[in-house]
């Protein structure tokens, strides 16, 4: 190895194989997915403040509080369940969790929880 050469050449982390994963493509899927999220949390947050204070009656302080705590709640969330899912779960058992989570906490036990709570 040169003494100014970080890695071997043909090491296979900078190599491209052919018929491998990664590259270009791997990248491109990541950016648009993350394109898609954003999309999707701003549209989210736009719209919650309307929500808030439209249907459910709230004050505009109360309701900006309320998209704020969301907001922030939101961004940490990856954190806690990346760490649980590292650390304690595992990556396949962490996503089946998520999905069931998902199926109970879904559009009917929000519906429940607003009837209870607003009625």
Partial sequence: MDA??????GDPSTASKPGGRGGWPAALFLI????????GFYGVNGNLIMYLTGPLGLSTAAAA?????????VSMLPLLGALAADSWIGRYRAVVAAG????L?????LDYLRFVLFS
């Fill in 4 to 9: 100014g050469a970080l890695l071997p050449q």
């Fill in 32 to 39: 648009a997915v993350e394109f898609v999220e954003r999309v």
């Fill in 100 to 103: 069931i989570l998902y199926l």
């Fill in 65 to 73: 509080s309320s998209v704020n705590a969301w907001a922030g709640t």
């Fill in 105 to 109: 906490v879904g559009k009917d036990a």
